[in-house]
């Protein structure tokens, strides 16, 4: 794997991003982009293993990382998150977008992440194909339930049983609402796919999904 590049990305509001730049070598013409979790950074285990799937099957990958965890950020209600989210998103897309010519994009979220999916979705498709990913979802909010019912591209959920965001109702909807979505639900994981105090649950748990995402990826990624 080779070294990423920083990208250096003002957002309409001004802030300043720094964000890393995977050059997959052979680009198979896909951009990935991946928004992380609140407290998830993007070297944790599921978005650090799906960031190597992807540039595993030539996908350049750019890691957004917005100042969630800022005061500044934490202070905003609900509507001043999600339009913070949205700049950062576009922002990120936009710089991503120009680092050669491609022919889809894949949006990669992980629980606030899917936040910034949702509200950039609709965005990426207007540029080119999409492709989404939803790690541990937040279903609980409305942006991201519209999103997930209303897109018509290829989506892969990863969701843990126990996690207490995850709604079987909501994803049940989900599915049967749509052709082109499929999911993996690990029955006793939690909302960062582990099973506290149990090891080797939590490593077949993290294999599980990635096996799942992998074939999820050979499948759209033609």
Known sequence: MNPPTTLSIQTAAG?????SFFDSGLSNGWLALVLPGLAYSVDMPLLYYSKLLLLNRS?????????????????????????WLRQDVLAGLKAGLAQRQYRGILLLGKSIGTIGLALALREAEARLPSVAVWLTPLFREPVVMDAAMTDEGPAFFLCGGADPTYQHDSLDQILKARTKAIACVIPKADHSLELGGDEDGTF??????????????????E
Not at 15 to 19: G, I
Not at 59 to 69: I, N, S
């Open 15 to 19: 802030r300043v991003l720094e964000n």
């Open 59 to 83: 996908v350049d990958v750019l890691q957004l990382m917005p100042a969630t965890l800022s005061a500044e950020f934490q202070a905003l209600d609900a509507a001043g998150r999600q339009e």
């Open 204 to 221: 077949d748990a993290l294999r599980q999904g990635m096996q799942a995402l992998a074939r999820f990826l050979d499948d759209v990624l």
